[in-house]
């Protein structure tokens, strides 16, 4: 997708585009769809120019709902959207925030060398499981100048991403695991959610 005829390549993020970030704790957050909701197995769709207005009015929600679950990252798919783009943050707790918005990401590189991190997920709630993915990579992605920014990214920041980029295509981390694993962590998250509506 061509936003400009010769678009920049800048080198991190304005921060600008998260001013609103200063009242986010008064910010209503967005619901998180649990799976299996069909729209978290879909494949998203590019962001286009004409998209930008409304993914600036999704972002406070969707920020508010990732820091108040906690969570690190949350993607699109997760509140219903198919379109292109995630929020990561990986900053520690009591650190100054670190917000990111990728759109339209893709990996344009990463390391053979690979490495296991346990991984949770904001729409399959309490459940966990070691995922093995490239330990470090380099991000193409647009901002909402619609500037093209390239980044490395390794460890936490690394798979972060690349989790978050995996919900763009409708995959979630449980289908990196065995089908055993993958079935149980399922049938287990069915139980625990048939008994918060009872």
Known sequence: MDWHSAPSLATSQDMSEFDFLSGIDDVPPTPILIAPQPVLREVTRDVRPEDIAFIRDQLPGMFSA???APGI????PQVGLGMRFALVDVAEEDAPREPMLLINPEIIS????LASREEGCLSLPNQYAEVVRPESIRVRYRNLAGETIERDASGLLATCIQHEMDHLDGILFVDHLSTLKRN?????LAKEQKLRRH
């Open 184 to 188: 149980m962590i399922m049938r287990r």
């Open 73 to 76: 990252g949350l993607a699109a």
């Open 66 to 68: 990732m820091y108040k």
């Open 110 to 113: 990463d390391s053979d060398q």
